[in-house]
C-alpha cells in the first residue's frame, strides 16, 4: 500500500513570496490533515477536511494561509506572502474517516525555510 | 481544553538498556492516547494508542505503554533499546467526539548510546 506522499520535500523562499505544498494521501482516507511542526515543537494542525469539506481549520492563519481538497483526494496548502516564522516542517496526514479510533497516517513532509 | 506535557526534551540511554519517556496528560474528558515516532526527515509513525480496555498497550518495535487515570500519565517504555529506536517520540491526545482533533506533545529525542 502507498504512502502519503507530498512534495515537494524542501523549499527555501524569501519572505513575501508565495509557496504551495502538494500531498496525495493513501487510497480510500476520507480524512486529511496538515500540521505545522516548527524546529522543537510537536506538530500543530493547521487544517482538517473530511472528504471535500474543512472540518477544523481554526488554527489556520487564514490571512496567509489557504489549503484546498479537490474531487476529495489531493490537496494543496499555499502560503501567501511568507514570513519568517513560517520555517518550519509541513506535514500532511491521512485516516479513514471513522473518526477517533483510527490512525493517521503521515507524509515525509515539506521542509520550508523562509529567508 | 487538551494538552500534553513531554517532561524530558532529551533522554540519552546506553544500548540494551530500559528507557521510560515521560507523558503526561489535562483534559476534562475521557481521552484517548498515542505515541508516535518520528526517525529524521521523516513523518510520524503510530507507535501504540490506548482507546479504552487495558491500561497496559503494547506497541510496534516492543515498545509498550501504561494508561494511568489518577496520575494522568501515559508513560512509554522499553527494557531494551537499540541503536535504531534513536529518534524523536510525541505523545498525542485526542477527546471522544467529534472529528479526532489530536494535540501533540513538544516531542522527546531519545538518544541510544553504543
Known amino acids: 500500500e502507498a504512502g502519503v506522499a507530498q512534495s515537494p520535500r524542501y523549499k527555501i523562499i524569501e519572505k513575501r513570496q508565495s509557496v504551495a505544498f502538494w500531498c496525495n494521501p493513501i487510497?480510500?482516507?476520507?480524512?486529511l490533515y496538515w500540521y505545522q511542526q516548527i524546529l522543537g515543537q510537536g506538530p500543530k494542525l493547521l487544517i482538517q477536511?473530511?472528504?471535500?469539506?474543512?472540518?477544523?481549520d481554526s488554527q489556520l492563519p487564514k490571512d496567509r494561509f489557504s489549503a484546498e481538497r479537490l474531487k476529495g483526494v489531493d490537496s494543496t496548502l499555499k502560503i501567501q506572502p511568507a514570513k519568517l516564522e513560517d520555517s518550519a516542517v509541513y506535514l500532511c496526514?491521512?485516516?479513514?474517516?471513522?473518526?477517533?479510533?483510527?490512525?493517521?497516517?503521515f507524509g515525509p513532509g515539506t521542509r520550508l525555510l523562509v529567508l | 481544553a487538551q494538552s500534553v506535557t513531554q517532561l524530558d526534551s532529551q533522554v540519552p540511554v546506553f544500548e540494551e538498556a530500559p528507557v521510560e519517556l515521560r507523558c503526561n496528560y489535562s483534559s476534562s474528558v475521557s481521552v484517548y492516547l498515542f505515541w508516535y515516532v518520528q526517525y529524521p526527515n521523516q513523518g510520524l509513525q503510530l507507535l501504540l494508542k490506548y482507546l479504552s480496555g487495558s491500561t497496559l498497550v503494547k506497541g510496534i518495535n516492543g515498545f509498550e505503554a501504561e494508561f494511568n487515570k489518577s496520575q494522568t500519565s501515559f508513560h512509554l517504555r522499553k527494557p531494551s533499546v537499540h541503536i535504531s529506536d534513536t529518534a524523536e517520540y510525541f505523545c498525542a491526545v485526542s477527546e471522544p467526539g467529534g472529528y479526532q482533533k489530536v494535540t501533540f506533545g513538544t516531542g522527546t529525542k531519545l538518544q541510544v548510546i553504543p
Open positions: 496526514a491521512s485516516s479513514l474517516p471513522q473518526g477517533f479510533r483510527e490512525t493517521q497516517y
Open positions: 477536511f473530511q472528504n471535500n469539506g474543512v472540518v477544523d
Open positions: 487510497s480510500g482516507h476520507a480524512t
